[in-house]
C-alpha cells in the first residue's frame, strides 16, 4: 500500500524508483526486479542487490530505527568524506515497520572470501596488504570520532590502491559518531576487529580446508592488525616535547607523515604551561592523500593514494633521466620546464604504457592500475632476473599471469571474477544459500 | 562473577551537559538489573561507564571489590552480549563457541571443559558438531550467549539487545535470558528503553531520568509504590491516569467527582491545595459490575465514555477530562518527557472484557480509592508513597531471586557465587 511507504532518495534513478518498494524484500521476484545473487556472506540482514539503471545497487531490509540510525551515520561518513558505502535512499514501510536502507555498489570492490579465495592459498604477504588496509581504515574512523562496533572482514570491502588496498566499511549498523572517541571506544573497537578478523580468516581457512596447523598463525596476525593501528595512531596523535632549538625536528615529523600519506592541516607548538621551557608539537593532518593531491596539482589526474605514491616514484625517476634543462620537477620554480616534462611523462610513458597494461590486463579494473600492476611486475621480476627485463616481458607476464606469487598484482586475478558477479555458477549459489540461511540473523 | 558499585558517578561532556549526574547504585553479585528511562535519560551512558566505553568524570565505579575507572574494557573482563558477534558459517558449534578461548591461546583441556559447561546450560549438546546453518534463530542465539559464557566475564551487560528484533524472537530471546541468568547467577546489566522488558526480566529496576536516577526498586514496588510522577507516568501500559483533585480536608475534588481518602492519605495531602491523583487503569471498574461487599471501599462516579477498546480478554474505556491550564501544561510535559502520546487529559480505564458500557454514552465507574497516589503538582513527589509496603515488594523480590539461584546451584551441583553473596541492598526502594 502506497500510503503506507515513504520513500526518500538521493540519486535520480527512474528505474530505481519504479522498484517495488511496497513488498517485503524477500518478496521481490524477476518480474519486478533485476536482482543479481552475490557471494557476500552472512549477515544479520536480508541484503538483495538490483541491477538498475546500469548500475549495481545494495538493499538491505531492517527495523526501522536501526536503518534510519544507519542512513544518517552513513551520510555523515559521507560528509566527513570517510571510505564507507553512500547511502542513496530510505525507504520505509510502516505496516512491517521495517525499512529499506539503500547503498551504492561499490564498483571494483571484493569482499575478503572473494579475494582471498582467488589469491594463491597461504601467502601472508596478501593477508598483510588486507590487514593493513583495515587497521588504516579504523585508524580513519577513529581520528573522526567514529565508533564502529563491529568492525569484520565481512563488514568491509576492499578496492585496488597501487600496491596498496582500500578498506571500505559496509555495515554502520552498530557505529557511532562522536566528536572525540575516548580510549576505551577506540581500543574496544580494536579489541572488536580483531577478534573479528581472526574469526573471519579462520572460518575462510575451514571453509577451503587449509590444514589446521594455519590457525595459530592467522590468529597472529590477526593479532597484527592491533600492532599495525598503534603505530599508525601514535604517529598521527603523539604530542612530543621540544626545546626550542630543536624546531627541526618539526620537519622530520612532518616529512615522515607525508610518507604515510597525510598532509599536515595544522601545526602548533605552544608552552605546556608548567612551567617546563619546552613546547608541546600538535600536528593535526588531513586526509591520507598527500600524494594524490601532489600528483593532482602536477597532472591533473585523480588517483588514490596508493596509485599516486607509484606514479610520483615513476614520475620522478622518469625526469631523473631527463636532460637538465627539463628537470625543473626537481629543481625549482622553473615552471615552464617542469610542466614540460610532467607533460612528457604522461604522453610518452604514462598514456602509452598504461593502454597497453590495460590492454594485457584484459581492460579488466582501471587503467592507472594497470599501469602500477606493469610498474610492480617489472620492477619484481627485474629483480629476479637480476637485469632490467623491460616493458615487453612485464606486459607479456602480466596478459600471461604470470605474474610474482606475493605481487599485489597478483589481485588482477580477483578483478577477472568481477564480470562474473551477476553469474554465480551453481557452487557459489549453493555456498551463499548455507551461508546466509546459517546465520541470516546473528544478532540477539 | 562480581557485584558492581557506582559511587556518585557523574559524566559530564564539554559542552558541560552532565548526562549521567551523580548517581550512586550497587548492583549485587549475581543481580539482574535493569536500566530504563526514555531516550537522552543517561542509561546507555551509564552502561558504557561501566564497560569502560565512556571516560568517568568523576565518581567511583568497582568491580569485584576494585576500582576500574583507569582499566580498558578488555582489562575489566565484561561481557556485552549480542552486541556484535558473528556466527561463523564454517565452524561448528563447537569452534563458534569456543572461538574467543582459542584466541586467547587457551589449552585444549580447558576449552574442552568450558565448552562442555557452557553447552549444558545452553542445552546445545547435541548440536556441537553441526554448523550454524542447521540451527533454528533462537538456537542460534544460544550459541552467541555460548561464547559470552566461556569467557567466564565478571558480568553480562546489554544494550537495547532485542531492539533490532522482530516481535516473535524478542519474546523468546526475552525468556531465554531471563532463564539463562537464573541458571548461571551472573551478575547483569541490562539497559532497555522498553518497559515490558524492564518489569519483566529484572530483579530490580533502576529508573533514569535526565541522568538523574529516579527510584531502584523491585519492578512491583516500582509499579505499586512509585516515588515520583515521573516513576509513576513511566512504569505501567497503559500508564497511570492523573486526575487534578482540589484538596479538600479528607476528600478529593475530581473531574470525576469526590473521592474521600482514608486517615493516612488525608493526613499526606493536608495543607495541598491542589494535587494529582493517580489512578491505574485497573484501578477502575464498570460500576455495574462491582459486587456491593466491594462497592464502598472505592467511590463512584458518572462519566460520558469517549471511546472503547474490546481487546477479548480485555476492555478499555476512554474518558476525557478537563484540567486546569497548569495542570494540563504539565501533563503535556510529562508526556512529551516519556515519548508519550497518552496521558493527556483523558483517563483510561480498564473495564471486564464483558462490560456493556458504550461509546458515547453516560456510564457509572467505580474507582478503587485505596490504591490511588496523590502526587505534589510542583515538585512531581509522591505524596502517599508507602515506603514500608514499597520496600517489603522489594525485599520479597530479592528472597525470590536467592531462592531460584539456590535452587538452580542445587540443580547442576555446585554452588553458584551468588548464593548467600546476591543479596539487594535490604532496604528495598532507593530513593535519590
Known amino acids: 500500500m502506497a500510503s503506507a511507504t515513504d520513500l526518500r532518495f538521493r540519486v535520480s534513478s527512474p528505474g530505481l524508483l519504479r522498484l517495488p518498494w511496497d513488498l517485503p524484500l524477500e518478496q521481490w521476484g524477476p518480474d519486478t526486479a533485476d536482482l543479481r545473487e552475490l557471494p557476500v556472506g552472512p549477515s544479520r540482514h536480508l541484503v538483495r542487490f538490483p541491477y538498475v539503471d546500469g548500475r549495481l545497487w545494495a538493499v538491505k531490509e531492517l527495523p526501522e530505527r536501526v536503518a534510519g540510525r544507519e542512513y544518517a551515520v552513513l551520510r555523515q561518513l559521507e560528509v566527513k568524506d570517510l571510505p564507507a558505502v553512500r547511502a542513496v535512499g530510505l525507504v520505509v514501510q510502516h505496516e512491517s515497520g521495517n525499512a529499506l536502507l539503500v547503498t551504492r555498489y561499490l564498483e571494483r570492490s571484493w569482499q575478503f572470501r572473494r579475494l582471498l579465495m582467488r589469491l594463491p592459498p597461504n601467502r601472508p604477504l596478501h593477508r598483510a596488504r588486507l590487514l593493513d588496509a583495515m587497521a588504516s581504515l579504523l585508524v580513519d574512523l577513529h581520528r573522526n570520532g567514529v565508533y564502529w562496533g563491529d568492525c569484520s572482514l565481512a563488514n568491509t570491502l576492499f578496492s585496488r590502491d597501487g600496491q596498496r588496498l582500500q578498506a571500505w566499511l559496509v555495515d554502520a549498523e552498530t557505529s557511532e559518531i562522536h566528536p572525540e572517541l575516548s580510549t576505551g571506544q577506540r ?74 600519506g597525510f598532509a599536515v ?103 592507472v592500475q594497470a599501469y602500477c600492476d606493469l610498474l610492480e611486475v617489472r620492477w619484481l621480476l627485474s629483480e629476479q632476473a637480476g637485469c632490467d627485463i623491460g616493458n615487453t616481458a612485464a606486459l607479456e607476464a602480466l596478459a600471461n599471469r604470470s605474474l610474482p606469487t606475493d605481487s599485489a598484482a597478483m589481485v588482477v586475478v580477483a578483478e577477472e571474477d568481477t564480470l562474473e558477479m551477476a553469474r554465480p555458477t551453481r557452487e557459489q549459489l549453493e555456498a551463499l544459500r548455507e551461508e546466509t540461511a546459517g546465520t541470516g540473523d546473528r544478532e540477539g | ?77 565484561l561481557s556485552m552480549v549480542f552486541q556484535n558477534y558473528a556466527l561463523y558459517p564454517h565452524l561448528t558449534v563447537y569452534e563458534n563457541i569456543a572461538f574467543p578461548l582459542r584466541l586467547a591461546k587457551m589449552d585444549d583441556q580447558e576449552v574442552e571443559r568450558r565448552v562442555q559447561e557452557a553447552s549444558d546450560v545452553l542445552e546445545l549438546h547435541e548440536h556441537l558438531d553441526r554448523k550454524p546453518a542447521n540451527l533454528s534463530g533462537g538456537q542460534r542465539q544460544r550459541v552467541a550467549m555460548g561464547r559470552a559464557i566461556v569467557r567466564q566475564a565478571e558480568a553480562f551487560l546489554f544494550d537495547e539487545p532485542l531492539s533490532n528484533l522482530d516481535a516473535k524472537l524478542r519474546g523468546q530471546m526475552r525468556t531465554e535470558i531471563s532463564r539463562l541468568q537464573r541458571r548461571l547467577g551472573i551478575t547483569t546489566v541490562y539497559v532497555t528503553h522498553d518497559q515490558t522488558e524492564a518489569m519483566t526480566l529484572g530483579d530490580r529496576v533502576a529508573v533514569l531520568r535526565k541522568g538523574l536516577l529516579q527510584q531502584v526498586a523491585s519492578p512491583r514496588e516500582l509499579y505499586e509504590q512509585p516515588v515520583n510522577l515521573f516513576v509513576a507516568g513511566f512504569i505501567g501500559s497503559p500508564p497511570m491516569n492523573f486526575l487534578p483533585a482540589t484538596v479538600n480536608g479528607s476528600t478529593l475534588e475530581t473531574p470525576f467527582g469526590e473521592v474521600t481518602l482514608d486517615d493516612e492519605k488525608a493526613r499526606a495531602v493536608a495543607g495541598k491545595d491542589l494535587v494529582l491523583m493517580g489512578v491505574r487503569p485497573e484501578y477502575f471498574e464498570d460500576a455495574s459490575l462491582v459486587e456491593d461487599s466491594k462497592r464502598n471501599l472505592g467511590s463512584t462516579f458518572t462519566a460520558r465514555v469517549d471511546v472503547t477498546e474490546w481487546l477479548g480478554d480485555s476492555q478499555y474505556a476512554y474518558i476525557p477530562f478537563d484540567a486546569p491550564k497548569e495542570v494540563e501544561d504539565q501533563l503535556k510535559e510529562l508526556s512529551r518527557e516519556l515519548d508519550s502520546d497518552q496521558l493527556r487529559t483523558q483517563a483510561i480505564v480498564s473495564i471486564d472484557s464483558t462490560s456493556r458500557i458504550r461509546e458515547g454514552r453516560d456510564a457509572e465507574f467505580w474507582i478503587d480509592t485505596r490504591k490511588v497516589h496523590c502526587f505534589d503538582p510542583a515538585s512531581g513527589d509522591n505524596l502517599t508513597r508507602d515506603a514500608e509496603a514499597g520496600a517489603k515488594l522489594t525485599r520479597e523480590a530479592g528472597e525470590d531471586r536467592e531462592a531460584d539461584l539456590a535452587a538452580n546451584a542445587e540443580r547442576d551441583g555446585h554452588p553458584t557465587s551468588a548464593q548467600g553473596a546476591g543479596t539487594a541492598p535490604a532496604g528495598g526502594s532507593t530513593r535519590v
Not at chain 1, 616535547?241 to 622530520?252: A, C, M, P, S
Not at chain 2, 558492581?4 to 551537559?17: H, L, R, S, V
Request: charged content about 30%.
Open chain 2, 1 to 77: 562473577m562480581a557485584a558492581i558499585e557506582m559511587k556518585n558517578i557523574i559524566k559530564t561532556y564539554d559542552d558541560g551537559f552532565p548526562a549521567v549526574n551523580d548517581v550512586s547504585l550497587d548492583i549485587a553479585d549475581g543481580e539482574f538489573m535493569i536500566l530504563v528511562g526514555p531516550s537522552g535519560c543517561g542509561k546507555s551512558t551509564l552502561l558504557r561507564m561501566i564497560v569502560g566505553l565512556e571516560d568517568i568524570t568523576s565518581g567511583d565505579m568497582i568491580i569485584g571489590g576494585k576500582r576500574v575507572n583507569d582499566k580498558a574494557p578488555r582489562e575489566r573482563n
Open chain 1, 265 to 367: 592541516d595544522e601545526l602548533s607548538l605552544q608552552p605546556t604551561g608548567s612551567g617546563d621551557e619546552r613546547l608541546r608539537l600538535k600536528v593535526t593532518v588531513a586526509a591520507r592523500r598527500f600524494h594524490a593531491v601532489e600528483l593532482f596539482e602536477l597532472t591533473g589526474l585523480e588517483v588514490g593514494e596508493g596509485q599516486a605514491q607509484v606514479l610520483l616514484a615513476d614520475l620522478h625517476s622518469y625526469v631523473a633521466t631527463l636532460p637538465d634543462t627539463a628537470r625543473g620537477l626537481q629543481r625549482g620554480p622553473s615552471s615552464v620546464s617542469r610542466a614540460e616534462a610532467v607533460q612528457r611523462w604522461l604522453d610518452e610513458v604514462l598514456r602509452p604504457l598504461m593502454e597497453r597494461a590495460h590492454e594485457a590486463v584484459g581492460r579488466l579494473g582501471d587503467p
Open chain 1, 187 to 260: 581500543l574496544d573497537d580494536l579489541d572488536i576487529m580483531v577478534e573479528n578478523v581472526a574469526g573471519g580468516l579462520l572460518d575462510l581457512a575451514v571453509m577451503l580446508d587449509r590444514p589446521p596447523e594455519i590457525h595459530a598463525q592467522l590468529i597472529e596476525e590477526a593479532a597484527g592488525v592491533a600492532t599495525c593501528y598503534h603505530e599508525l595512531w601514535d604517529v598521527l596523535s603523539e604530542q612530543p616535547l621540544l626545546d626550542f632549538g630543536d624546531r627541526h625536528d618539526v620537519e622530520g615529523r612532518i616529512r615522515r607523515l607525508n610518507e604515510l
